[in-house]
């Protein structure tokens, strides 16, 4: 069992039949990825892989996404990453969705009261409608936002007494639903 790469020959057709994971050309036999080489006794050659391939996202992921557009009563998620600890999850393309109900625990009249349109938030997946919108929830343990930026002079706010986010540039005072994880922006 070898680790093959990409385009990596494996022998030609005379000495073996192409398996899963190859690639033949002109008689010969390549690596399709990156995995380990396989003999059958049948003389079949395959590739199987070594890294997981990526799957879709699903509920109960973590991820990380900015906040691009908040129409009342709910904010538009363009995710950026997700947090894996299985199998690797590739975000989708196109805005999630957090709706106010799922910002935090009690009522909140407007999502615009807890992000703004830049800030940087941790979510979980709650829901995957039929057409591909993905539902957020900022309700859990250690989510919220992570990184926010003044709403006035897009400056750095930097935590002060109280939970309350301070901007260095202008002075202007304003609150989040913050993560755990919050770290002034840069």
Same mark, same amino acid.
């Given at each position: 069992?070898?680790? @093959?790469? #990409?385009?990596?020959?494996?022998?030609?057709?005379?000495e073996f039949a192409a398996g899963s994971g190859t690639r033949v050309e002109e008689g010969r036999i390549y690596a399709a990825f990156f995995?380990?080489?396989e003999v059958a006794r049948?003389?079949?050659?395959? @590739?199987? #892989?070594?890294?997981?391939?990526?799957?879709p996202i699903s509920p109960g992921a973590i991820v990380y996404g900015r906040v691009e557009e908040i129409f009342e009563p709910v904010a538009l998620i363009q995710l950026q990453a997700v947090e894996w600890k299985e199998a690797r999850q590739v975000p989708p393309e196109g805005y999630s969705v957090l709706h106010a109900s799922r910002v935090k625990m009690g009522y909140v009249e407007n999502v615009h009261d807890e992000v703004r349109i830049?800030?940087?938030?941790k979510c979980s997946v709650e829901g995957i409608r039929r057409d591909g919108e993905i539902s957020l929830s900022m309700k859990g343990?250690?989510?919220?936002v992570v990184k926010a930026y003044c709403?006035?002079?897009r400056g750095p706010l930097a935590l002060i007494s109280g939970g309350a986010l301070k901007c260095g540039r202008c002075g202007s005072v304003e609150r989040r639903k913050l993560s755990g994880e919050y770290s002034p922006a840069k």
């Open positions: 069992m070898d680790v @093959v790469l #990409p385009g990596d020959f494996l022998g030609t057709e005379e995995g380990t080489m049948d003389k079949v050659v395959s @590739v199987k #892989p070594r890294v997981q391939a990526p799957r830049g800030d940087i938030v343990p250690g989510l919220g709403s006035r002079c």
